[in-house]
């Protein structure tokens, strides 16, 4: 099980989206754990690389307009953002 680690974009995203998804953590909570046991996703989270600027993260959509930006590196898992599309890669 990897430790998860929370970045302070991600911290500041995520009481962003609290304000207006009370429910966010019930959504999110099973998804960090499947990642942080290194388990496959369901294919609805369309998880996939990124490249570019953000080359070596992955992201996943918890909701269909909601991204989860994260790595994983040395037994880590790093959550870097969380948002809109829009929000996360303006």
Do not use: N
Request: aromatic share 8%; glycine share 8%; net charge negative.
């Amino acid at each position: 099980m990897r430790e998860i680690e929370y970045t302070g974009k991600f911290k500041r995203d995520y009481k962003r989206e609290k304000r207006t998804d009370p429910d966010l953590a019930d959504v999110l909570q099973p998804v960090l754990e499947l990642l942080a046991a290194d388990a496959a996703l369901p294919d609805r989270l369309a998880d996939h690389g990124l490249s570019g600027a953000w080359k070596g993260f992955r992201d996943c959509h918890i909701k269909p307009d909601l991204v989860l930006v994260y790595e994983k590196v040395e037994g880590i898992l790093s959550l870097a953002r969380l948002g809109s599309h829009s929000e996360v890669f303006g």
